[in-house]
């Protein structure tokens, strides 16, 4: 059965330093995958997605993952994290020609100013 | 409406009794899906309706849980005889369908199952 791996369970960093979340995921065919996130007291909301072309994708809020086939993953970046950026993250993968998501367990980022 | 909404946002219940979670989808959104989030497991994907098609019921832990989905639009999550084991958030979400609604899925704000 397809899974999502998110390594790093907490992270906290300070403002400004540079965040990269682990992805990873178990299957050998198509697959597009997302990066959503989830701010204390909102709901959940897709931060990026891959769905074919360049490798590198951007989302919001200065967000980037490179999706690496070779290594079945999809790691999300930013280069300076803001106090504003403490959430949840959650990877997610979707088999293609499938309409379910499967998620990853999270990863609780914490940004001190 | 403008997003998901899903009620009740809390729920309290004793083991053995039934309850039933409601979410509204956005209007127009053909697909919606039903996930639980327990503490430290993730999302766990539960069930999914796709306009008029048999729902895809893979996901359902056991015979306890059924949905439904109502003219297309309003889903019933109903879960008999509840065990402590259900205590978790549950989210519906909703998306145009096909191949331009996957990964673009709104989320509603989850109804918080506890079973005492």
């Known amino acids: 059965a397809q899974s999502v791996s998110q390594h790093n369970h907490h992270v906290i960093l300070s403002e400004a330093a540079s965040l990269e979340l682990g992805c990873n995921y178990s299957y050998g065919g198509t697959v597009n995958l997302f990066w959503y996130v989830q701010y204390p007291g909102q709901h959940l909301q897709l931060l990026l997605k891959?769905?074919?072309?360049?490798?590198l994708v951007k989302g919001i809020k200065g967000f980037e993952a490179e999706f690496i086939k070779s290594k079945f993953s999809f790691n999300l970046r930013k280069p300076s994290v803001q106090w504003s950026d403490t959430a949840e993250y959650f990877c997610a993968v979707n088999v293609y020609n499938t309409d379910k998501l499967i998620f990853g367990t999270g990863t609780r980022l914490q940004v001190f100013p | 409406g403008a997003g998901v909404s899903q009620s009740p946002s809390n729920k309290v219940t004793e083991k053995g009794k039934d309850v039933e979670l409601r979410c509204d989808p956005i209007?127009?959104?053909?697909?919606l899906y039903w996930y639980r989030q327990s503490l430290g497991q993730g999302l766990e994907f539960l069930i999914y309706?796709?306009?008029?098609?048999?729902?895809?019921k893979s996901g359902l832990p056991s015979d306890r849980f059924s949905a439904e989905r109502t003219g297309g639009s309003v889903s019933t999550l109903t879960i008999q005889r509840t065990q402590q084991e259900d205590s978790a958030v549950y989210l519906c979400?909703?998306?145009?369908?096909?191949?331009?609604?996957?990964?673009?899925?709104?989320f509603g704000p989850g109804t918080r199952l506890t079973v005492l």
């Open positions: 891959y769905f074919s072309g360049d490798p």
């Open positions: 209007s127009g959104h053909t697909a």
């Open positions: 309706f796709q306009g008029n098609s048999a729902p895809d």
């Open positions: 979400a909703s998306s145009l369908g096909g191949r331009q609604g996957i990964g673009a899925q709104y």
